[in-house]
């Protein structure tokens, strides 16, 4: 289990938060990987180094471990935390440009976490929120006008409180099908086409069971959902396929009928 918490100890955060707010924390912004993919997590510098010999950077995740360093200009590997051997680098090339950007290859569920870029001779720390996502399982098959059950829950599990429950559920990125905040359904944010559509089950939430029911389905329900557990830096996504039914049965015969004729003419 030493993996889970690699990047997620509380306790660290606690410590280091009156550090941190001395220096200039300048940003928020929020990247989603693949589990096996890469990412590239951005860092800049207000304005361009004088010197690329003068540069001195530290990229370290949730304040605690020493993912990449460069020293003077020049890359260091000493102190880095094994777990990103061979698997960060940052482009020389764009030193000179103050662009200090990491990326993050072959990634692990381990990486989840919030990556700190220390820009040393600007005292300017940029933070880059690092979601995984957990590649889609089989797909969710369901009948239009009727339902489906879209599972999304913790793949360990952990004990949790209500104040940690805040989930978000997306349709194609973009449409917002439900949220739980706080352990508690909120619709207010609900994109109109999900109007009364949607259920959760709140006696699982403690489970870390976030499934989502959706009911009187409709062909341009379709698509890719993604369930953002927000407290993990979590995402599950799943796919939803809707059966033709009877429109898709008419369309195959009227696709049959021609193809028979075409065979009866030739036994003639
Ligand atoms: C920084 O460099 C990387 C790698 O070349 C590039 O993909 C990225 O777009 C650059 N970022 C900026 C802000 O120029
Ligand atoms: C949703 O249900 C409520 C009460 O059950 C009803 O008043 C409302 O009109 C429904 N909204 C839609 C869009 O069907
Ligand atoms: C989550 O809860 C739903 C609804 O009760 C259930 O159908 C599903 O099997 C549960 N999933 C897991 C992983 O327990
Ligand atoms: C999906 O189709 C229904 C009617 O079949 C329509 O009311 C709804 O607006 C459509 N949703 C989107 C997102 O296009
Ligand atoms: C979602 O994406 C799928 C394809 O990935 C598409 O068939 C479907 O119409 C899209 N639905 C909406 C509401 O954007």
Not at 10 to 32: D, F, G, H, R, Y
Not at 52 to 63: A, E, F, H, L, P
Not at 137 to 164: F, H, M, N, W, Y
Not at 229 to 244: A, H, M
Request: proline letters at 5%; charged letters at 20%; hydrophobic letters at 35%.
């Amino acid at each position: 289990m030493g993996d889970v918490m690699r990047c997620r100890t509380e306790l660290c955060c606690i410590v280091l938060v009156p550090l941190l707010m001395v220096i200039n924390e300048a940003s928020l912004v929020t990247v989603e990987g693949l589990i096996g993919g890469s990412v590239l997590l951005p860092c800049s510098s207000e304005a361009p180094p004088i010197t690329v010999q003068g540069i001195t950077i530290n990229w370290k995740c949730d304040d605690r471990v020493k993912v990449f360093d460069i020293n003077e200009g020049k890359v260091s590997g000493e102190g880095q935390d094994p777990a990103y051997k061979n698997r960060a680098e940052t482009f020389p090339e764009e030193y000179k440009n103050g662009n200090f950007s990491l990326g993050l290859n072959n990634l692990q569920y381990s990486d989840r976490g919030k990556y700190q870029c220390y820009i040393v001779e600007e005292s300017i720390i940029r933070t880059v929120e690092l979601l995984i996502e957990v590649p889609p399982q089989d797909p969710v098959e369901g009948d239009i006008g009727g339902s489906a059950v879209l599972p999304c829950s913790l793949p360990r599990k952990r004990p949790l409180t209500t104040e940690d429950i805040t989930v978000t559920w997306k349709h194609n990125k973009t449409l917002q099908v439900f949220d739980i905040i706080k352990g508690k359904v909120s619709v207010k944010e609900q994109d109109s086409v999900f109007r009364n559509r949607t259920e959760t089950f709140p006696q699982e939430y403690l489970n870390g069971n976030f499934s989502l029911k959706l009911y009187n389905l409709q062909h341009n329900d379709t698509g890719f959902y993604k369930c953002y557990i927000t407290n993990e830096l979590l995402i599950q996504s799943v796919k939803l396929e809707i059966n033709q039914g009877a429109q898709s049965r008419s369309e195959k015969i009227l696709l049959i009928v021609p193809f028979l004729s075409v065979s009866i003419l030739l036994f003639m």
